[in-house]
């Protein structure tokens, strides 16, 4: 059996990962993987979570398995951080939510729940997305399109095109908007452009799913979360998938959630009925390291207030990062204009260089991105900042 089998290609975020380990050049910089990084090239644990763990470990009295929805308080407290305590979906109890093996088990849930509502459902994604989301959709058996979005030449967004398109989504398909901080590009939703995709939605009844895997990291919790509240409002069907890994720094714990909202209560329980069968069907109960961490975080005033504070610093790097690249660049004589990179959101930009020249930056001053020009804006530093703008300029 396994003698028919045909490699499969290596992921080149991954591979990138193994080159840049085996790269002995004093000056070497890691644009590529995405995941924060402190002033000192390191992905710190929050004081917050520490604190956590320890009231975890003191605390806990069994291992048993939690159940397949996973903590209910981690659920109730999720649910509130992403569509605000008093949000009238939440009154009108039309939210179930369940806890997943992080963003990406959240969406691999939401893909075999789509599935099971509209077996020949096309799920649109924006051109580009995040890589993994192809891959994981289809693996769910689901067709998946794209629709317009970046536009690599004025390096904005393709607004006017992509409502076009939008507007001729079947009400039987499903769209993946990304709350904030759009992966790979960077350029995210004005609160007004919001406004305009949510009446779309429910002018062409698609339903929207929503990936919220950087909540805070943009302009802050609650700013981060507009569009997810302004679609929950007044939509009959949706689905949001949260992740837990960024701005909690639980990245290796695997926790995230994901969150039905249905026209009603009763339609929310038949629609949480599914969602558990599917649980079943994928890893039959959640981890619970992770969700007790968030938890007691977000059940503790005093905790959450210093997990606000952390994720302040945190974000106020990858802005401030995105800043000084840019005048950076400017300072290196460089004439292109790369101002695009401080107006967008969260941990990744475009850089605009083309293949040959992400190419020269590897081989010749072992700056590392994937060939698209991706590049992670947490691993830009003070220390590696004036050498990453001189090699660009020297390639450019």
């Given at each position: 059996m396994f003698n028919k089998l045909?490699?499969?290609?290596?992921?080149?975020?991954?591979?990138?990962?193994?080159?840049?380990?085996e790269d002995t050049h004093p000056q070497k910089v890691d644009l590529g993987v995405g995941v924060y990084k402190d002033p000192t090239g390191v992905t710190p644990i929050l004081n917050c979570v520490k604190k956590a763990e320890k009231f975890r470990l003191d605390t806990e009295t069994t291992k048993v398995y939690i159940g397949p929805t996973g903590s209910p308080q981690f659920n109730t407290l999720m649910t509130e951080l992403a569509f605000g305590a008093g949000h009238s979906a939440?009154?009108?109890?039309?939210?179930?939510?369940?806890?997943?093996?992080?963003?990406?088990?959240?969406?691999?849930?939401?893909?075999d729940f789509i599935k099971r509502c509209n077996p020949n459902a096309v799920l649109w994604v924006s051109d580009p997305t995040w890589a993994n989301h192809t891959g994981l959709f289809e693996a769910a058996g689901i067709t998946v399109k794209t629709y317009p979005y970046y536009d690599y030449d004025s390096k904005s967004l393709k607004f006017d095109e992509m409502l076009a398109a939008l507007s001729q989504v079947s009400p039987d398909d499903v769209v993946l908007f990304h709350a904030c901080c759009h992966n790979p590009s960077g350029m995210d939703f004005t609160t007004a452009q919001w406004?305009?995709?949510?009446?779309?939605?429910?002018?062409?009844?698609?339903?929207?799913?929503?990936?919220?895997?950087?909540?805070?990291?943009?302009?802050?919790?609650?700013?981060d979360a507009y569009g997810v509240r302004q679609m929950a409002a007044v939509v009959d069907n949706m689905i949001l998938c949260s992740s837990c890994s960024k701005n909690f720094g639980l990245y290796r714990e695997r926790i995230g959630s994901c969150s039905v909202i249905a026209k009603d209560a009763n339609t929310a329980n038949v629609a949480q009925?599914?969602?558990?069968?599917?649980?079943?069907?994928?890893?039959?109960?959640?981890?619970?390291?992770?969700a007790a961490i968030v938890e007691t975080i977000l059940g503790s005033a005093e905790l959450k207030q210093e997990w606000l504070d952390e994720l302040k610093v945190?974000?106020?790097?990858?802005?401030?990062?995105?800043?000084?690249?840019?005048?950076?660049l400017k300072a290196n004589g460089v004439d292109r204009d790369f101002s695009f990179?401080?107006?967008?959101?969260?941990?990744?930009?475009?850089?605009?260089?083309n293949p040959e020249q992400v190419a020269r930056l590897q081989k010749e001053f072992s700056i590392y991105m994937v060939g698209s020009s991706r590049i992670s804006i947490a691993g830009i530093s003070e220390d590696n900042v004036d050498y990453l703008a001189q090699s660009i300029a020297k390639v450019l």
């Open positions: 045909t490699a499969m290609p290596a992921d080149p975020i991954l591979g990138l990962l193994t080159q840049y380990r939440i009154l009108a109890d039309r939210i179930r939510t369940v806890s997943t093996p992080g963003g990406t088990g959240a969406l691999r849930v939401a893909g406004d305009k995709v949510v009446a779309l939605t429910k002018e062409q009844g698609f339903t929207p799913l929503i990936d919220m895997a950087y909540q805070g990291f943009g302009d802050g919790v609650d700013i009925s599914v969602l558990l069968y599917v649980v079943r069907c994928l890893y039959s109960m959640p981890p619970a390291h992770g945190m974000r106020d790097r990858i802005n401030g990062n995105r800043a000084i690249l840019v005048d950076k990179i401080a107006r967008q959101k969260g941990m990744f930009s475009f850089l605009g260089v």
